[in-house]
Structure formats: C-alpha cells, structure tokens
C-alpha cells in the first residue's frame, strides 16, 4: 500500500473570475520507506498539496488516499497514522518541552502513563537531552524545530510530513535532522519532506519532484532528474575582458561553445555535454573568469523554473 | 465541495475534543489562582463600592439593599465577561498568533472538535470565575439560601451563550483590536441595559423592550432570584432563550471558522 497517493489534484482558492488554481493536476505516488522530497520555489503549492494531503482543506478535484484511506472522508483516521511537522513552528507556548508532548499524545487518544515513559527517548532524538522542564521560550530556532520533529513522532507514524523541515536553522541543526531523518527511513518510516535546498534534496531524498505553479515539471531519483533534464557539465563565466563582459561575451560566443546559455546579471552559465573547447576559448581570455563543475540539481531547479525572484 | 452549505453543516465531533478542552484547562490550572483574583477583583470591588456606596443613596431596590440587588447583577455580567474575554482574546491568540488549533489540526482532531472544545472550555473558565464571586457574594451573607447552588448551572449556561457569541468575533476578527468595538458597541451597552445596576422598570419603554431581550437580561433574571432565595419567575422561558442564543450563535461561529480555516 503507497502511504499517500494523489491523482488529478487541484486546488483552487476564491471563487469564479477571482479564482485562483494553485495546484493544478499532481500526481504524486509514494513508496513505502521512501525519503520523497518535493521542490518547488516560493508559491509553488507544496504546503497547499500537503494541506489538502491531510484533509486539512477540500481538494477542487482529484483524489487522495492517505495510509490507504480515501481524503477527506476518512482523513481524521489516516491522520492517527501520519507525523507532521508544519512549515510554521506552533509549539505551545505556555508548557514545557515534556508537556508539549504529553498534552500533543493527548489529541492521539494516548494516555500519558503510556507516553512519559518516552519522553526521554523522543527528547534525545531530537538532540535535547535532559530538556523536559525547559520552557518553549528558552529554546532556540533549532531546537523549537528539533522538538516539533519529535512531537511528530509521538505516535509512531508510518508516514512522516516535513514542510520545510530546516528552513532558518544552522549547518549543525540541518546536519542533525538529516541524521534523524535518515535514521527514521533506516527503520521503514516513509518521509515526504518539502523544502527549497537542492543539497537537501540531494543528501536526503530517494526520489524527488521539482514543481512551480502548482504542477509537477520533473519526477525521479536524483540522478536520473539530472540526467533527463539537463546538460552535464556547466562553466559559469563573469569578468572582462577587453571591456567586455560575460553577458556581452555570452551574446558573441555562447552559442557555438556549448549547447545552452543562461545569462543572469553578469553571470553567463554554459551547459554543455564536452566542456573542452569552450575552456579552450575562455584559456585566451583571461580576465574572463570561468567556474568548471558537474550539473546539479539547482542546475535542474533554476532551468525549470527559471531566475527570476517569487516574491 | 467548500460551498456555503458545507461551512454550516451541523457539526462533526469526535471524544479527542477532550484533549483539547484538557490543554486549555492544563494551561490555566498553571496560573489558576492569578486567572480567578483577576476574575474576581474587578467585579467584586465594583459591587463592594457600588452596593454600600450607592446603597446609601438607595435605601431598596424590589424590596432588598442595593448590594442584594446587585449581587445578582454582578456575577451574571463577570460570567458573560470572563466567558467573552476567553472565546476573544484567548482563543484567537490560540487560533491565531500561537497556531495552536493548525498544530492540533494535524493529529486526528478536527476543526469541528477544536471549536467546541474551545466553547465549553470559555464557558467552564467562565463558570469556574462565577463560582468564586459565587463564594464571596456568599461570604458576604448574599447567597444564604441554598437555592444560590442552583446559580451554577445557570451561569454555565450563560458562559455557553457568550462563549459562542464571542466566537464567531474571534471567526471574523482580523487581528485583537476588533474586539474593542465588540466591548464597546455590545458587551458595555448590555450591561448597562440588562439590569444588572438598576431594575430594567427605569427604562423608557421602547428601550426596555429590547432590552428584555437581550441574553444577558436572561441570565440576570435567572441569578438574582436564585441569590435571594427565590424561585425566578417564567425560568423556562429565560433557560429557552439562553440555550437557544447558544446554538444559534455557535452554529454560525462554526460555520465562519471553518469558512476561515479550511479554505
Ligand atoms: N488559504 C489561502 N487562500 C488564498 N491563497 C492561498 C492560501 N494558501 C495559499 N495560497 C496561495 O497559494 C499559492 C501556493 O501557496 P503554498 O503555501 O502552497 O506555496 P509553497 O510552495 O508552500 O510556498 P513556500 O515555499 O513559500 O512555503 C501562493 O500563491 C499562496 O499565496
Ligand atoms: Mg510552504
């Protein structure tokens, strides 16, 4: 059984000429212990498909079975076997780390004799050992997002929803969530994360999907989204040389080099399958500064969605 | 599927609404001796000065001292206070600011579960509030009959009835200023109106007959006897319209959070 499956999902928000579609037909098929991110820029649906994913606001069309269940008719049932950590950290203010857990157990139906006794396994994957007391106030970005991770494992789910799980924290904040995230997935829990960094991605995801405006524009491993999408190799070019720069360098002589130019400011990108004739040229110009490097999912993610700014 | 009809469904609850009433209940029992001193004071030292200030003035009112007569007034006007305070303030600093109702929306709670808990949750505080003044008024030797007991229920009743009211404020309000106009355009003028400070019978006549139906007017008319050791007159029909504003006003608080929230 696929712990979520979405076909033909769309979503609009207002009504009549107002009416805005922001997802429009995704389909989307988890495998069961899978880590699948989705990536999209700012805006692009991902909390909204996740919300409506949850049964948390009606689908326009399309259907959904989460843990099996058809959405939104059985969706509080589904819930019981799902852990969310919501893009917005919403911890309760006025308890404790060890509260928070306990009265979140709570809305499962789990009675506290049965959950205390994991309070301090669940605080020491998050990384906050000996936190039970520490009121939610004291705590910094990280660990407020460490707790919520482990709030939503307090039932045990079988599937795990991370919006934009390390968005705002530091290298060694991500770093641990990438660890307990891996280490989930070691033991057969299924991971939909979202989140806007490729390394992430990258580092995490078994399979991944890039989307903007509400649909879904590639879909696979890592690899094989890099494959299909674009060409391996890239040379970034800025400088100048003899009072030419990149863009005016890239206008010239991109197009004989290398098979697909993007110029962004005074940053030419040349995608290219052999690199070494355009290094060759860029060899006997050489205020003409050049970055030679493999292509990356970012390279994938800006090509698809573009570079221009969301917001 | 998000039409206007399925917003004003009847409700859809699950026991989990327990949980949620258990972690507001948690939260105040944390600061529950501050929480009721606030609830208390106010009213209670307007009725202390009030009554035997006044009360020199007023030598009887319907037969008993100015501070008999307020008594009643006071803790009908406290409960419908502390019972709105909660749905407002409280409540949308949990549906708002704190997103504690999206983070409980993600367990197997729905929105239709929050939204009652949070009702019978101002109206428990509210009641938990009015029994504490409850305990002064008696104190004070204005409560002696035991049918003062007999209040309880009656302003449980009447935190329902604000509670629900104050909820569909907290469904529409865009941020905490929008409540001042609800203090000042209804909550202030129902208290004066309602006979809480004075017999509704000093009213013009056109005013009055408004007035009379007003659900604080309601609650009044069903504390102050039961203070005095009296049975009030017409109770069913006062408990009828009481009950009857609470539904009303929380179908349609419902119906305006669920418009709010699961869009
Ligand atoms: N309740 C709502 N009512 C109206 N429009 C909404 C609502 N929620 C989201 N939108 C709009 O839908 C679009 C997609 O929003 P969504 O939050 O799903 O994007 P996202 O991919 O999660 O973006 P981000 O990376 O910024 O979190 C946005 O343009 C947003 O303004
Ligand atoms: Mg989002």
Same mark, same amino acid.
Not at chain 1, 25 to 30: E, I, K, P, T, V
Not at chain 1, 210 to 227: C, N
Not at chain 2, 150 to 158: E, G
């Given at each position: ?12 928000? !207002? ?14 098929? $988890? ?51 799902? !852990? ?62 460490? @707790? ?10 079988? $599937? ?121 040229? $860029?060899?006997?110009?050489?205020? @003409? ?23 | ?44 030292? +307007?009725?202390?000065?009030? &009554? +035997?200030?006044?009360?020199? #003035?007023?030598?009887?009112?319907? &037969? ?12 009908? +006007? ?32 729905? =929105? ?7 009702? #019978? ?38 935190? =329902?009835?604000?509670?629900?009211? &104050? ?33 509704? &019978? ?11 139906? =007003? ?38 608080? =419902? ?9």
């Amino acid at each position: 059984m696929s712990p979520l499956e979405i076909s033909g999902l769309v979503k609009r928000f !207002g009504e009549g000429p107002d009416a805005r579609e922001v997802v429009r037909g995704l389909d989307l098929q $988890l495998i069961p212990g899978e880590c699948f991110a989705l990536l999209g820029p700012n805006g692009a649906g991902k909390t909204t498909t996740l919300r409506c994913a949850l049964g948390l606001t009606a689908a326009s069309a399309g259907s959904i079975r989460l843990c099996g269940l058809p959405v939104p008719e059985r969706a509080r049932d589904a819930r019981a076997r799902v !852990g969310v950590v919501p893009q917005l950290d919403s911890l309760d203010p006025d308890f404790t780390c060890a509260e928070n857990l306990l009265v979140f157990a709570g809305y499962f139906g789990l009675p506290e004799r049965e959950v205390r006794p994991r309070i301090p396994e669940l605080l020491a994957f998050a990384g906050l050992e000996g936190k039970e007391n520490a009121r939610i106030q004291s705590l910094s970005g990280g660990m407020k997002r460490r @707790l919520t991770l482990a709030r939503a494992l307090v039932n045990r789910p079988e $599937l795990l929803i991370l919006d934009e799980p390390t968005t705002g924290l530091d290298p060694q904040a991500r770093h641990l969530i990438w660890e307990r995230l891996r280490r989930l997935t070691a033991e057969g829990t299924t991971i939909l994360l979202t989140t806007h960094f490729m390394d992430e991605a990258e580092r995490l995801a078994n399979r991944l999907a890039i989307m903007d405006a509400g649909r879904i524009l590639a879909q696979g491993s890592p690899r094989e989204v890099i494959a299909a999408h674009i060409e391996p190799q890239v040379v970034e070019i800025f400088g100048e040389w003899q009072g030419e720069g990149a863009a005016a360098w890239a206008a010239a002589h991109a197009h004989a080099l290398c098979q697909r130019c993007e110029v962004s400011g005074e940053t030419a990108f040349c995608y290219t399958t052999d690199a070494a004739p355009l290094l060759a040229h $860029l060899a006997q110009r050489p205020g @003409l500064r050049s970055l030679h490097r493999p292509a990356n999912l970012e390279d994938v993610f800006l090509k698809l969605t573009g570079r221009d700014l969301r917001d | 599927m998000t039409s206007v009809t399925s917003h004003f469904a009847p409700p859809r609850l699950s026991l989990r609404l327990l949980a949620v009433w258990r972690r507001n209940f948690l939260v105040w029992r944390k600061l529950a001796l501050p929480s009721i001193v606030g609830n208390l004071a106010d009213p209670v030292i +307007y009725m202390l000065g009030l &009554g +035997y200030g006044l009360g020199m #003035l007023v030598p009887e009112v319907e &037969g008993v001292s100015y501070i008999a007569f307020l008594a009643g007034g006071t803790l009908a +006007y406290s409960t419908m206070n502390a019972a709105t305070f909660e749905a407002l303030y409280s409540g949308f600093s949990r549906m708002h600011t704190q997103k504690t109702w999206e983070a409980i929306m993600n367990a197997p709670v729905s =929105l239709d579960d929050i939204v009652v808990a949070e009702l #019978l949750w101002a109206a428990s505080k509210a009641c938990l509030a009015g029994i504490a003044i409850l305990a002064v008024i008696a104190a004070f030797g204005f409560a002696a009959s035991p049918l003062a007991l007999a209040a309880i229920p009656v302003i449980f009743l009447t935190g =329902l009835c604000f509670a629900a009211l &104050g909820l569909i404020m907290t469904a529409l309000a865009p941020s905490y200023d929008f409540f001042m106009y609800y203090f000042t355009l209804v909550i202030t003028p129902m208290t004066l109106l309602s006979g809480v400070f004075f017999p509704q &019978g000093q009213l013009p006549d056109a005013v009055r007959a408004v007035a009379e139906w =007003l659900p604080l007017s309601h609650a009044v008319a069903l504390v102050r006897p039961l203070l005095l050791g009296e049975l009030p007159t017409q109770a069913g029909l006062h408990l009828a319209v009481l009950a009857g504003i609470a539904i009303a006003a929380f179908w349609l608080a =419902l119906g305006l959070t669920r418009k709010r929230l699961l869009k």
